[in-house]
């Protein structure tokens, strides 16, 4: 069964640029969510998907936004870059509706600011 | 709003010998999930283990157990015979119970195994 799969892998961009980054869930996994890591904030969530519907969102800004689609593969997408929008970019999948818990990662899209 | 600490930033144990890793969480929620990740330099983030607050047994995965003591909002993982494939960083994880599966984060800890 193949796993989470993030695309890009690696990516720059330069300030006020946009960036759109895929994410393919673990079949049958019906809720992806998003995470943000950077040396300084840590892992910090950004938004949750389930069913094409945004379920919960992370304190950032309009900037940052994302979509499921019916396959339930997602798509975030951060507009006019700042530089401290560089970080690694996990998404995650899991099965279940409710909080099982139990959530699987990618290996993560590394953005690059210039 | 929900908090994780992690407050060793780094450690480093031989290889064979026991380590515990240190987590302190505060909520207000009775039900809810914590996790521990491990991130190795590849970067996938992979889970460890998985406690459930309503259990009071604490979870144990082979060598791999945690200390839950839900009074004192504490949640230590002990890895024993530690490897070196154990190197990684470790991340203390919440997740309340209902609602979006929304993962809150410790800092971490950089764990390495040394030879």
């Known amino acids: 069964k193949a796993g989470v799969t993030q695309t890009p892998r690696y990516l720059i961009k330069t300030r006020g640029q946009q960036v759109t980054l895929s994410c393919s869930p673990i079949?049958?996994?019906?809720?992806v969510s998003w995470y943000q890591q950077t040396p300084g904030q840590g892992l910090q969530f950004l938004f949750e998907?389930?069913?094409?519907?945004?379920?919960n969102k992370g304190n950032f800004p309009g900037r940052f936004s994302g979509r499921q689609f019916s396959n339930s593969r997602s798509e975030m997408n951060v507009s006019t870059l700042e530089l401290g929008d560089s970080a690694l970019y996990l998404c995650?999948?899991?099965?279940?509706?409710?909080?099982?818990?139990?959530?699987?990662f990618g290996e993560g899209s590394r953005l690059t600011v210039l | 709003a929900q908090t994780v600490t992690q407050s060793q930033p780094e450690m480093s144990v031989q290889e064979a010998e026991t380590v515990t890793l240190s987590c302190t969480y505060d909520?207000?929620?009775?039900?809810?999930?914590l996790f521990w990740y491990k991130q190795p330099p590849s970067r996938q983030m992979i889970l460890v283990i998985r406690?459930?607050?309503?259990?009071?047994q604490n979870a144990t995965e082979n060598r791999f157990s945690v200390n839950f003591q839900k009074a004192a909002k504490s949640f230590s993982l002990k890895i024993s015979d530690s490897q070196l494939g154990d190197t990684a960083m470790y991340f203390c994880?919440?997740?309340?119970?209902?609602?979006?599966?929304?993962?809150?984060f410790g800092q971490g800890t950089r764990l390495t195994i040394n030879p």
């Open positions: 998907y389930f069913s094409e519907t945004q379920r």
């Open positions: 995650a999948s899991s099965l279940a509706a409710g909080g099982t818990g139990e959530l699987f």
């Open positions: 994880a919440f997740m309340k119970s209902q609602g979006a599966q929304k993962l809150v």
């Open positions: 079949s049958g996994h019906r809720s």
């Open positions: 909520t207000s929620e009775n039900n809810y999930y």
């Open positions: 406690q459930e607050a309503y259990k009071q």
